[in-house]
Each structure stands twice: as structure tokens, then as C-alpha cells.
């Protein structure tokens, strides 16, 4: 069983985000039913993956998890946050250069 939950955290997560999301119920329960429909079109695994990339940003709904899904943009390798630093060299002052 909790392996199961774990699999799903992102896709439960994102849930409760369209649900907090939305003023009115009915506008709340619309978006998780097309999510739904999404899921079993799509699968739990593409589904999965689409709602991890949608948690990036701050807007949830409907169609984001559908353009995601559409563009294949869940099967896209994630990026990993490369750490740029300026190589030292003779050219650079350091801070005893400044008052």
C-alpha cells in the first residue's frame, strides 16, 4: 500500500492543488474529473510524471496536465541545475580591490 501512495504522490498532490485552487465546488470537482479522464487515457505512469512537471510552477489546472501530456513534455528528462562558476584567472580583483 505505500508503495502504491508513493508512486502517486505527485498526481495526489497536484489534486488537492486544483482543488485549493478554484472558488466554486463544482468548478473543482469539473477539473479533477478531466484530470481523471486524463489518467486513464494517458495511464498513471505519463500521469505521474505530467503532475510532477506541473508542481514546478503556480498555476494548476486541467489544462496544464493536458498540454503537458500532449506535447509529451512529462517524457522529457528533467533538468539538473548546473552550477556555472567563473574560472579563475589573473583578470579578476578581488574584494581588497574595492574601498
Avoid at 498532490?13 to 487515457?41: H, P, Y
Avoid at 489544462?63 to 556555472?84: P, S, V, W
Wanted: hydrophobic share 35%; glycine share 8%.
Amino acid at each position: 500500500m505505500k508503495n502504491g501512495e508513493d508512486n502517486r504522490q505527485y498526481t495526489i498532490e497536484f489534486f488537492k492543488k486544483v482543488m485549493d485552487s478554484k472558488l466554486v465546488i463544482d468548478q473543482s470537482c469539473t477539473a479533477c474529473l478531466g484530470l481523471l479522464r486524463l489518467m486513464d487515457a494517458y495511464g498513471s505512469v505519463r500521469m505521474e510524471a505530467a503532475c510532477k512537471r506541473g508542481l514546478r510552477g503556480n498555476k494548476f489546472s486541467y489544462g496544464l496536465i493536458k498540454k503537458i501530456l500532449d506535447n509529451n513534455m512529462d517524457l522529457l528528462e528533467e533538468d539538473t541545475a548546473t552550477e556555472y562558476r567563473i574560472p579563475a584567472h589573473n583578470n579578476l580583483r578581488g574584494p581588497e580591490a574595492y574601498n
